[in-house]
C-alpha cells in the first residue's frame, strides 16, 4: 500500500460575525483540505486552519509523501521534520497533523477498523463537548451577508442574531443548549470590559442554575491585576478559567491569587512548553488541539503527560468542518484520560464537505465504528467551497482587519484591560 496521489484544496466556509480579542470573525473561514490516494484505491483525508502561507506548507511536503506507506508514520515524520527545520515549528505541526490523520483514516479502510481501534480502542462510546458562546453582531457570514434569514427559528434564528450584552449571551445560550443538549457552556471573552463579561457568566449562572458548568475564556488580554481582580468575583462560579492573561508566568502568579483552576490552549501549546509549564504551576488544565500538537499521536502523548502530572484535558476548537470533528471525535474517544467537555465552533457552520451529518445527543456526538474516520467526501461540496476560496479574497486570518470593517481604526492589543 503506497500514496500514489496527494491532493491539497483551500476551502472558504461562511462564519458568522463572532467577536474576540483579536477582533472579528471574517465572513469567510479558511481550511485547508488534503486528501491522500493510495495505489490500491482508498483515499484519506485531513483537514487543518486554512491560509495561503499554511496550503502551500503542505504542498511542499509533496515529495515527502508520495510513494510512502501510510503505516509507516515515524518514517514519514522523519521526512517531514527534515523539510520543516528551517521553518516555523508550528508549520511542521499543522502539516504533520493534516497528513498524519488523512494516515489514520486510510488505514482505518485498509483494515475496516475505525481510527480509534489503531489508537488503542475505545475508552468511551460518546464524547461530549460544551456551547461554544460569542459576542456577535447580527448575521450569519458569508455569501448569506450580515442578516439572518426572516423565516429562522431557535438555534438558526439565534446563530443570526446579535448578542452584544449579557441578556443575549443567555439567549444565545438557551437557543444553543436546546438544540445540541450541551450541559457546559463556555464564553469567548475579551471583548468588552471585564465587569460586563463578569455580569455575562453571572447571569448564566441565574438562567441555567449551578449543575451547569461555566467557563470564561478572556483571550489573554486581560492584565495580571484585572484578572485577580474579576478571578476572585468568579470563585464557585467558574469550572475554569481559560488564558485570562499572557505567558505561563503570569499564569502561575494568577494560579496563587484565585481559587479557580486555570486552563489554557495559548501559554503551553507544544510539547517543548511542558517542563516549564511543570516547573511553575502555570496551568492545571491543558486544552489540546490535534491540529496544533502535531496530530493524534501527539494528543494521545499529551494526555499521558497530564495523567501523569496531575493535570486536566480537554479539547481545544475553531472554525471547522467534518473532517477535523471527526479526528476530535475518533481521538477524544481513545483517550481513557480526557477531564472535561471538549470545544467546537460546529453548531456554528452551516456548510460541509462531507456526506454524513452530526447529530449532538445531549451535547455529545458518538464514537463512529465505521473504517477510518468515519466520513465520506463529498466532491461537489469541496469544490464549490474551493471556488468560494478563490473568490472570496481572503488568503489569512486576519480579525483585525475583518474588526476595522465594523470599527474603523481599530487595532488588536495585546493587554487591553
Known amino acids: 500500500m503506497k500514496i500514489s496521489e496527494m491532493h491539497v484544496t483551500p476551502i472558504a466556509i461562511s462564519d458568522p460575525p463572532l467577536l474576540n480579542a483579536a477582533g472579528l470573525h471574517a465572513p469567510f473561514a ?11 484505491g482508498f483515499y484519506g483525508l485531513g483537514e487543518i486552519p486554512g491560509g495561503e502561507a499554511i496550503t502551500q506548507g503542505l504542498l511542499d511536503c509533496r515529495d515527502a509523501v508520495l510513494s510512502q506507506d501510510p503505516f509507516q ?17 508550528r508549520q511542521l505541526a499543522l502539516a504533520q497533523s493534516a497528513l498524519e490523520v488523512a494516515c489514520f483514516d486510510l488505514m482505518g479502510k485498509a483494515t475496516n477498523r475505525p481510527v480509534v481501534d489503531l489508537l488503542g480502542g475505545k475508552a468511551r462510546d460518546q464524547v461530549d463537548f460544551a456551547a461554544y458562546l460569542f459576542y456577535k453582531y447580527e448575521g450569519v457570514g458569508g455569501e448569506l451577508g450580515f442578516a439572518p434569514k426572516p423565516e429562522a427559528t431557535g ?49 448564566l449562572r441565574e438562567a441555567f442554575g449551578e449543575n451547569v458548568p461555566l467557563r470564561l475564556d478572556p483571550n489573554a488580554i486581560w492584565s495580571l491585576e484585572t484578572s485577580i481582580r474579576w478571578g476572585k468575583k ?5 469550572e475554569y ?42 496551568e492545571a488544565i491543558i486544552l489540546s488541539d490535534h491540529h496544533y500538537w502535531g496530530g493524534l499521536r501527539a494528543t494521545v502523548d499529551l494526555a499521558r503527560i497530564c495523567q501523569t502530572f496531575g493535570r486536566g484535558l480537554s479539547m481545544h476548537s475553531n472554525s471547522h468542518v467534518g473532517v477535523s470533528l471527526a479526528a476530535m471525535v475518533q481521538v477524544g474517544a481513545a483517550l481513557p484520560y480526557l477531564s472535561y467537555a471538549c470545544d467546537t465552533h460546529y453548531p456554528w457552520q ?68
Not at 479558511?30 to 490500491?40: A, C, G, K, M, W
Not at 481559560?242 to 510539547?271: H, I, W, Y
Open 30 to 40: 479558511l481550511r485547508t483540505i488534503v486528501e491522500l490516494v493510495t495505489d490500491d
Open 73 to 89: 508514520l515515524n518514517n514519514m515524520a522523519t521526512l517531514l521534520s527534515e523539510k520543516f527545520k528551517s521553518k516555523n515549528p
Open 155 to 203: 438555534w438558526n434564528a439565534a446563530r443570526g442574531a446579535e448578542a452584544l450584552d449579557a441578556q443575549g449571551i443567555v439567549r444565545q445560550a438557551q437557543a444553543i443548549s436546546q438544540a445540541y443538549g450541551f450541559k457546559s457552556l463556555k464564553l469567548k471573552g475579551g471583548v468588552f470590559p471585564p465587569e460586563e463579561e463578569v455580569e455575562a457568566m453571572f447571569a
Open 234 to 238: 468568579l470563585e464557585g462560579v467558574l
Open 241 to 282: 478559567y481559560e488564558d485570562p492573561v499572557r505567558t505561563q508566568a503570569s499564569m502561575a502568579e494568577l494560579g496563587k491569587s484565585v481559587n479557580l483552576p486555570l486552563a489554557t490552549n495559548m501559554c503551553t501549546t507544544s510539547f517543548s512548553d511542558i517542563p516549564t509549564a511543570m516547573q511553575l504551576g502555570s
Open 350 to 417: 452551516y456548510e460541509d464537505i462531507i456526506q454524513e451529518s452530526f447529530a449532538f445527543k445531549e451535547g455529545a456526538l458518538e464514537v463512529s465504528d465505521r473504517p477510518g474516520l468515519g466520513v465520506t467526501l463529498d466532491r461537489d461540496k469541496l469544490a464549490l467551497l474551493h471556488e468560494r476560496y478563490l473568490k472570496c479574497g481572503i488568503t489569512e486570518r486576519n480579525d483585525e482587519l475583518a474588526m476595522q470593517e465594523k470599527q474603523p481604526g481599530w487595532r488588536f492589543e495585546a493587554s487591553r484591560w
